[in-house]
């Protein structure tokens, strides 16, 4: 084989993975299917879809979740009294359409404490619509659960 021939042999496969690699990156970026400057509102999966259990908007620039709020799932026997709602969370989206935030979860009353945390996940799908879940774990481990939830913008 000449010198030429396995100069453009390799060549050839440079390029072959050149493009192969861009592809890739188009199919990331292309994954995300988040809609920039909307408002996201859903429910609780096997809950009243007229309990808004969960609400944000996405940025202008489609990067970031803002404004989230959502209402703590629990476990309650009788006499818990409720707990607050977390709100004003923000997130970065990531280049697959997933966000993942913890809030704090505020006590009853004036003194700003927290009676634990709720882990807010989600994941962007067309059309705007998002799932993901919430899970809660408050102060001294009690009573924490995870739903599922599915929103549309």
Not at 18 to 30: D, E, K, P
Not at 61 to 87: A, E, H, W, Y
Not at 90 to 99: D, H, K, N, P, V
Request: contains cysteine.
């Amino acid at each position: 084989m000449s010198s030429t021939t396995g100069f453009r042999a390799r060549a050839a496969r440079g390029a072959a993975i050149a493009v192969v690699a861009t592809l890739a990156s188009a199919g990331i970026a292309l994954a995300a299917k988040q809609v920039k400057g909307a408002t996201y509102v859903g429910h609780y999966k096997g809950a009243a879809q007229t309990v808004e259990a969960v609400s944000f908007k996405v940025s202008s620039n489609g990067r970031k979740v803002i404004d989230l709020s959502v209402q703590t799932p629990f476990k309650c026997n009788g006499g818990c009294g409720g707990v607050g709602t977390p709100t004003g969370g923000s997130a970065r989206i990531s280049r697959r359409g997933t966000f993942k935030v913890k809030l704090r979860i505020p006590a009853p009353g004036p003194g700003g404490k927290s009676e634990g945390t709720d882990t807010v996940t989600g994941t962007f799908h067309a059309h705007g619509k998002a799932s993901g879940t919430v899970t809660s774990q408050f102060n001294g481990g009690s009573a924490g659960e995870t739903k599922s939830w599915t929103a549309s913008g």
